[in-house]
C-alpha cells in the first residue's frame, strides 16, 4: 500500500509537464493527454453529434500541443484546455453553420450506432445536446462540470471564483433553464 501512495505523491503536476514540454520532453505532453482526455472526450461528447466527438477531441489536443509553447500559467492548465475546448465545440458548429446543406450519414451508419443502444436514448441526447446548446454560458459551463467532468460543487466553486452556495444556485438555475429548454 506504501507503494501505491508514494507513487501517487510522486506524479509531476500539470504545471511541471508544462516545463518540461517546454524544455523539449515531448512525453510530457503524452502525460498530460491522458490525464486530461477522459474530461475533454466527455464535455466534447455532451455538446457535439457523436460522429464527431472523436474529431473534436482531436483537435482540442492538436491546438493544445501547438499552443502549450505560449501557456503563462495565468489560470489551471485544466481551466484552460477547457477554455480551449469549448473555442473548439464553437469553431465546430461555426464551421457547420457555413455549409450549404446539413450533413447527412448513410441509413446504414444510423443502424450502426444504435448498436448497443436504442434510437430512444439517440433521440433524448440529441434533445439534451440541443437544449444545452440553447442556454447561456454560464448555466451550460455549471452542468458540463458537474455531469461531464463529475465535480462536486466546492471544486466548481473554485473553478468559477464563487463561493459553494451561489453555485449552487447557479446550478440550480441551470437545471430549471435546461428543463424549459426540453419541455419546449
Keep these: 500500500m506504501d507503494n501505491i501512495s508514494a507513487s501517487i505523491d510522486h506524479e509531476p503536476s500539470d504545471e511541471a509537464l508544462i516545463r518540461q514540454y517546454k524544455d523539449g520532453n515531448q512525453e510530457a505532453f503524452s502525460i498530460l493527454y491522458h490525464r486530461h482526455i477522459t474530461n475533454v472526450y466527455k464535455r466534447v461528447r455532451y ?12 483537435e482540442v489536443f492538436i ?4 499552443s ?6 495565468d489560470s489551471q492548465f485544466g481551466t ?10 464553437a469553431e465546430f458548429y461555426r464551421k457547420r453553420t457555413r ?13 450502426g450506432k444504435m448498436e448497443g443502444s436504442t ?13 444545452l446548446s440553447q442556454l447561456p454560458e454560464n448555466y451550460r459551463e455549471v452542468i458540463m462540470l458537474r455531469f461531464a467532468e463529475d465535480l462536486q460543487f466546492n471544486e466548481i466553486a473554485e473553478l468559477m471564483g ?7 444556485s447557479l446550478f ?9 429548454q426540453l419541455d419546449e
Excluded at 457535439?48 to 472523436?54: L, R, T, Y
Aim: aromatic share 6%; glycine share 2%; hydrophobic share 45%.
Design 172 to 180: 440550480r438555475r441551470a437545471i430549471v433553464a435546461l428543463r424549459g
Design 68 to 73: 502549450l509553447a505560449s501557456f503563462r500559467g
Design 47 to 58: 455538446i457535439i453529434p457523436e460522429a464527431e466527438v472523436e474529431d473534436v477531441t482531436q
Design 119 to 131: 434510437s430512444k436514448m439517440m433521440e433524448e441526447r440529441i434533445y439534451i445536446q440541443k437544449a
Design 99 to 111: 455549409k450549404q446543406e446539413p450533413q447527412l450519414a448513410p441509413l446504414s451508419d444510423a443502424f
Design 80 to 89: 484552460w484546455l477547457r477554455t480551449l475546448t469549448n473555442h473548439k465545440v
Design 162 to 168: 464563487q463561493n459553494i452556495e451561489a453555485t449552487k
Design 63 to 66: 491546438a493544445a500541443m501547438k
